[in-house]
């Protein structure tokens, strides 16, 4: 399985990104599917997961600005980003989960968003 994200960019604050994860396989009946990010000198974070179902969780800071979707018929999860703040400057990577019954996940090469006046 690969992943491949893309849609990062350097942007200013209160712009707006989309990004995108295209999975190499179906994600129809995958477990689920998320996007994390890493600032420099920090840990990777959760900042949202969306399962096969369509049921969203989001990290503390993004809910409200950002939102999470998947398309099935192109294997791609999405993360638009509205109002963005020098806080959300990171590596974002997307992930995938294949199974409940399984701790196996897939892990994207990340994609830079750089947020800065």
């Known amino acids: 399985v690969q992943l491949q994200a893309s849609g990062g960019g350097s942007v200013q604050p209160g712009d707006s990104l989309r990004l995108s994860c295209t999975a190499s396989v179906s994600i129809f009946s995958i477990n689920y599917m998320a996007w994390y990010r890493q600032a420099p000198g920090k840990q990777r974070e959760l900042v949202a997961r969306i399962s096969s179902g369509g049921s969203a969780v989001y990290g503390d800071s993004e809910e409200g600005r950002f939102t999470i979707s998947t398309d099935n018929a192109k294997n791609t999860m999405y993360l638009q980003m509205n109002n963005l703040k020098p806080e959300d400057t990171a590596v974002y990577f997307c992930?995938?989960?294949?199974?409940?019954?399984?701790?196996?996940?897939?892990w994207g090469r990340g994609t830079q968003v750089t947020v800065s006046s």
């Open positions: 992930k995938l989960g294949v199974s409940p019954f399984s701790t196996k996940v897939y």
